[in-house]
């Protein structure tokens, strides 16, 4: 099965404010952490990433946060913009593989 | 500097005909992977290639896909003899030498069989 999923499937933020997504994992063993963004008809686009040797790293407007204990990631998007629709996904790469692993991502929607 | 570039955007084929995906990786990156995307789903690894050599093929079907990276021209995903179930988009990453986890994808190519 997957061993990266997400908590829902949808998200409906209003604009402005902030949005919080979230990713729970299940591979103690993997090291590195990554969070796409993909919009309808157009490919993953690189948001932010982290290494397991971190619990928060910080980047224009976006928070990934991580917490090995628990097994869990989330993505903060701060003061959100009609432009921040699109499809999350989180991505984990074990140790050692090759490929990084998908979950099937959270529909962030953006109410006017 | 230009990004992954995959074609065709689009492929339709017929049951039984032979789908052939192209990417070119970003300017200076080595190191190419393949993903399958089903509607509402995310994206399913295939396979990790560098120029001439596939390092894990371990996403592919035993049948029918096979992909290479030539040291001269595209990485290519084959399909032959393409089922309904095949259709999907299909995205290539690449990433480089010094970064091998942080990919970079292509707008993939959307192959629908009839």
């Known amino acids: 099965g997957e061993s990266v999923g997400l908590h829902l499937p949808t998200l409906s933020v209003q604009e402005g404010d902030n949005s919080i997504i979230n990713c729970a994992y299940s591979n103690s063993a993997s090291d590195y952490f990554i969070w796409y963004k993909q919009e309808s008809g157009k490919g993953p686009q690189f948001i932010i990433d982290?290494?397991?040797?971190?619990d928060k790293r910080q980047g224009q407007r976006v928070t990934v946060l991580l917490n090995k204990t628990v097994k869990h990631l989330s993505l903060q998007i701060a003061a959100t913009q009609p432009g921040d629709s699109a499809v999350y996904f989180c991505?984990?790469?074990?140790?050692?593989?090759?490929?990084?692993?998908f979950g099937k991502g959270t529909h962030l929607i953006i109410q006017p | 500097n230009a990004g992954v570039m995959q074609n065709p955007r689009h492929l339709v084929r017929r049951r039984g005909q032979e789908a052939r995906l192209r990417c070119s990786p970003m300017?200076?990156?080595?190191?190419v992977y393949w993903y399958r995307q089903l509607p509402e789903e995310g994206l399913k690894f295939m396979v990790y290639?560098?120029?001439?050599?596939?390092?894990?093929e371990s996403g592919m079907p035993k049948e029918r896909f096979s992909a290479e990276f030539p040291k001269e021209g595209p990485s290519i995903l084959r399909i032959q003899q393409v089922v309904r179930g095949d259709s999907a988009a299909y995205f290539c990453?690449?990433?480089?030498?010094?970064?091998?986890?942080?990919?970079?994808f292509g707008s993939g190519t959307q192959l629908s069989v009839l």
């Open positions: 300017k200076g990156h080595s190191h």
């Open positions: 290639l560098q120029k001439e050599n596939i390092i894990d």
């Open positions: 990453a690449s990433s480089p030498p010094s970064y091998e986890e942080k990919l970079f």
């Open positions: 991505a984990e790469k074990p140790g050692g593989a090759d490929g990084l692993t």
């Open positions: 982290i290494r397991s040797n971190m």
